[in-house]
Each structure stands twice: as C-alpha cells, then as structure tokens.
Nanobody, 114 residues
Framework: QVQLVESGGGLVQPGGSLKLSCTASGIIFSIYSTAWYRQAPGNMREFVARSTRGGLRNYADSVKGRFTISRDNAKNTVYLQMDNLKPEDTAVYYC????????WGQGTQVTVSS
C-alpha cells in the first residue's frame, strides 16, 4: 500500500520560516511528479508547488519567491521550504504524488500568526 506522511508543520510568526517534509512508502518518488497543496478552513484545496521527475518546478503565484520545493530521492522524501511566511499561508498542507496525482498525505497544519 502507498502511504505519504507529512511532517514539519507548526506555529510560526509572520516573516518566519518552516520546512515541511513528505516521506513516502509503497512508491518511489523519483519516478513521479510530486506536489504540495494547501487548504484553509472553508476554502477549496489549492495548488502550491510541483516538482516533476525531470526537475521542472512550478509554483502558485502567491508563493513564488518565498517557497521552494525539493527532493531527496535517496530518502524518498519531498520538501517544501517556506520563507517569509504570511498569515494568509495558514492552512493544512498536503503532499501529493503518483500517477495522475492519485496519492495524498494526511496533511500537516501550518499556522502563521503573531
């Protein structure tokens, strides 16, 4: 079975940084695109960042220049480095991978507040 497990969420002040991790079992991240999505209460889940197996990276306009997606294939882990965090970044962040993006993690809460 495939399992994606996110970690690294928490409470951070505006302007601070946080690094999320997503570690997979049952699939090999290196052969798939991986992505991060987020969902705030009452809102739809929205795209944040994607990394293809060829190394192409895409970001939502709202996080460009502040967030960086990366991989460590040896650890079967994808990361989301979040810098200069803003209150509007507050959400549950979800890891996504697999053929047609079929696999999701359980989410990790990120709260940006003073």
């Amino acid at each position: 079975q495939v399992q994606l497990v996110e970690s690294g969420g928490g409470l951070v002040q505006p302007g601070g940084s946080l690094k999320l991790s997503c570690t997979a079992s049952g699939i090999i991240f290196s052969i798939y695109s991986t992505a991060w999505y987020r969902q705030a209460p009452g809102n739809m889940r929205e795209f944040v960042a994607r990394s293809t197996r060829g190394g192409l990276r895409n970001y939502a306009d709202s996080v460009k220049g502040r967030f960086t997606i990366s991989r460590d294939n040896a650890k079967n882990t994808v990361y989301l480095q979040m810098d200069n965090l803003k209150p509007e970044d507050t959400a549950v962040y979800y890891c996504n991978a697999g053929a047609n993006g079929r696999y999701w993690g359980q989410g990790t809460q990120v709260t940006v507040s003073s």
